[in-house]
C-alpha cells in the first residue's frame, strides 16, 4: 500500500488543534476563518438510510435515537475538533409509515414510521441539528402513495359505492381503458377503471392536476417545516407527469414557490435521473443531483482509475456549470459518487491504490453541495447482483461496537466482503478513508471559494494526470490542482496562468506539495489548495 502522509494546512499563523483519535496536529490559517464562513445553502451533506444506521433498542432496525446517539460522529458542534466527521447537512431517506423496508410507498404524511420512532424522537433529533447547525432534508415522494395509503382506500370504496362524487377519486389518475396512455403502466381499479401505477402496482400516481391534492401537499410540507426540517429531497422528480418534463417543471416550479412562501431560506434537491442535457432544465426548480459525476461510468470514477484526464474532468465541471446556469444563475450543484439506488464505489475504486481517496478529493474539492453516502466514507461495499436486491446497496453502518443495527429485508451480500474496516478501525487509524474524509471537509469549509466561487479552469497541456482551476468568491481566489499520478510533479504555473499565487492554503493525499515563487512541487495522488 501506498504510504499515506498526513494533510497539513500549511498556513502562516500557528493555530493549532489536536484531533484525540489520531493526535494529529493540524495547523490553520486564520483560525476566525471558520468562524465567519458564510452561513448559507453551501454544505457538505450526508444520506441516511435510516433503518441501517443506528439501532439504539436492540431490535436490529435503525432508528431516530440511533442517529440521535450518533450525531456526535456527524458533527459534534465543534469544528476544530477533529473527532467528527464535520457534515453540515443530513439528507434522510423515507421517515413515514410505509409496508417496505424502503418506505419509498407512503401511508401517511404527516408521521414517523412506529419502526423508527416518534415525532417527539424526530423533534430531538431536529432540535440537536439545530444547536450544531446542521440542516435536515428529507425525503418526499409525491408522484405516488402506498396502496395501502388511506386515500387509495377511501377513492376505492367511493367507486365500489358508485360515489362519483367522492372527492378521493379525484387524488389519483383513473382512466377507463381507451383512455389509457401510450408508455404508462396501470392496475385494474374497479368496475371498468384503471390506476395509473409506473413503479409499482402498490404504488398508484397520485392525480397532482387535483386543487384537492395541491392543497394536501402545502400542507404537509408546513406541517414538516413548522416540526424544523429544512427541506426535502424529492423521490423520482422526473416522473410526476411520465415523459413530460415541461409539465413536470411547471408542478415543482408550484411547489417551490409554496415552499419557499412558507420557509424562504429551504434547501429543495431533486433526483432527475438522467443525461446532463435533460437534467439542467429542472435546474430552473430546484438542486438537483448531479448523475453524470456518480457510479462506474461517472466522471470521478473514470478520472479516480486513470481512465480519464483531470483536464477533461476540469473541462466537464465548467461546461456543465455553465449549461446550469442557462436555467439558473443561482443553482446549486450536487457533486456525488452514490447513493442507495447504485453500487457502492468501493467496489469499483480501490482503496489499496488511493482511488476512493482521489475521487473524494475530486467531488469535494468542488463546486456545490456534494452529497457523501452513508459508509461511503469508510469503504462500504455493496452492490445488486439480481434486479431484486436493492437491499445489498442498503446495508447496516459498520460501526465495529456493540451497535445491534442489522442489514434490511433481501440482503444477500456476503460479509467477508467488507474488507476496508470499520468506524472503530478507522478512528484508530491515521491514514484511514474516514480521516481523509475529515479533513477534507475541514479543508472545504475553511476555503469557501471551493463551493461558491465562479470557476476559471486551466488546461495543462502535455499532463494527462494533473489538472485544476481557480475559484474567485467575493474578491478572494484559490487554485485548486489534482495529481493523479504516481509520480512527484513539478510545474511552472506561470506558463498556464497569469495568476500569482503567494501560499499553500492546504494539502490532502499520499504525499505533500510546496510552492517556491510560481512553481508548484505536488507529490503522487496528492491535492492541493493555493492562495
Known amino acids: 500500500m501506498k504510504k499515506i502522509l498526513i494533510i497539513v494546512l500549511m498556513l502562516l499563523f500557528s493555530f493549532s488543534v489536536m ?11 486564520e483560525p476566525l476563518l471558520l468562524a465567519n464562513q458564510p452561513d448559507d445553502l453551501y454544505r457538505v451533506y450526508y444520506e441516511i438510510f435510516v433503518g441501517s444506521f443506528s439501532d439504539s433498542n436492540d431490535d436490529g432496525i435503525g432508528d431516530i435515537q440511533g442517529m440521535i446517539n450518533r450525531f456526535d460522529y456527524l458533527n459534534d458542534g465543534d469544528d476544530f475538533s477533529g473527532k467528527s466527521l ?33 415525532l417527539d424522537d424526530f423533534e430531538e433529533f431536529l432540535n ?29 370504496q367511493a367507486m365500489e359505492a358508485n360515489d362519483l362524487d367522492n372527492k378521493y377519486l379525484d387524488y389519483y389518475v383513473l382512466v377507463m381503458e381507451d383512455e389509457k396512455e401510450p408508455g404508462k403502466i396501470y392496475y385494474p381499479f374497479t368496475g371498468e377503471y384503471y390506476y395509473e401505477g409506473n413503479f409499482s402496482s402498490s404504488m398508484p400516481e397520485l392525480n397532482l392536476d387535483s386543487v384537492e391534492v395541491r392543497a394536501e401537499i402545502v400542507d404537509i410540507v408546513s406541517f414538516w417545516y413548522d416540526l424544523g ?58 438542486s438537483n443531483f448531479d448523475f453524470g459525476m456518480s457510479q462506474l461510468q461517472g466522471a470521478i470514477s473514470l478520472v479516480a482509475q486513470g481512465l480519464d484526464d483531470v483536464n477533461w474532468y476540469v473541462s466537464y465541471l465548467n461546461n456543465y456549470r455553465n449549461l446550469v446556469e442557462n436555467y439558473n444563475s443561482e443553482a446549486i450543484l450536487t457533486p456525488f459518487i452514490s447513493n442507495h439506488d447504485m453500487n457502492r ?34 469503504g462500504m461495499k455493496g452492490s445488486r447482483t439480481t434486479e431484486m436486491t436493492d437491499a445489498n446497496r442498503r446495508l447496516a453502518m459498520l460501526w465495529g461496537d456493540k451497535d445491534t443495527v442489522k ?18 478501525s478507522q478512528l484508530k487509524d491515521k491514514d484511514s478513508l474516514l480521516n481523509h474524509y475529515k479533513k477534507l471537509i475541514m479543508i472545504r469549509k475553511s476555503n469557501p471559494e471551493i463551493a461558491r466561487g465562479e470557476y476559471t479552469p486551466i488546461i495543462f497541456n502535455g499532463y494527462y494526470s494533473f489538472g485544476g482551476f481557480l475559484s474567485t468568491y467575493e474578491n478572494s481566489t484559490v487554485g485548486v490542482f489534482h495529481n493523479l499520478s504516481d509520480t512527484e510533479l513539478v510545474i511552472d504555473l506561470s506558463n498556464y496562468t497569469n495568476y500569482e499565487f503567494n501560499a499553500i492554503r492546504a494539502y490532502v493525499g499520499a504525499n505533500s506539495a510546496s510552492l517556491s515563487g510560481q512553481t508548484l512541487t505536488i507529490g503522487a495522488y496528492t491535492s492541493v489548495i493555493l492562495k
Request: glycine share 6%; hydrophobic share 35%; aromatic share 16%.
Open 19 to 29: 484531533s484525540c483519535n489520531s493526535m494529529r496536529e493540524y495547523k490553520i490559517e
Open 128 to 156: 440537536l441539528a439545530n444547536e450544531r447547525n446542521v440542516y435536515v432534508i428529507i425525503d418526499l415522494i409525491l408522484n405516488h402513495t402506498s396502496n395501502q395509503h388511506p386515500w387509495f382506500k377511501a377513492a376505492k
Open 407 to 424: 442489514d434490511p429485508i433481501g440482503t444477500t451480500y456476503n460479509e467477508d466482503n467488507q474488507i476496508n474496516g470499520t468506524v472503530k
Open 229 to 286: 426540517v429544512d427541506g426535502f429531497r424529492l423521490d423520482a422528480a422526473k416522473y410526476p407527469y411520465l415523459n413530460e418534463d415541461d409539465k413536470n417543471i411547471d408542478f415543482w416550479n408550484w411547489f417551490v414557490t409554496e415552499c419557499k412562501n412558507i420557509n424562504p431560506d429551504t434547501y429543495i434537491v431533486g433526483e432527475v435521473w438522467s443525461g446532463d442535457s435533460l437534467i439542467a432544465p429542472y435546474y430552473e426548480s430546484f
Open 86 to 118: 464535520g457534515v453540515e447537512g443530513i439528507w434522510l431517506m423515507p421517515i413515514m409509515p410505509s409496508p417496505s423496508y424502503h418506505k419509498y410507498d407512503v401511508t401517511n404524511y404527516k408521521e414517523i414510521d412506529s419502526k423508527y420512532g416518534t
Open 345 to 378: 464505489s468501493a467496489g469499483y475504486l480501490s482503496l489499496d491504490d488511493y482511488e476512493m481517496q482521489m475521487a473524494a478529493n475530486l467531488y469535494m474539492l468542488t463546486y456545490g453541495n456534494p452529497f457523501i453516502y452513508y459508509g461511503e466514507e469508510i
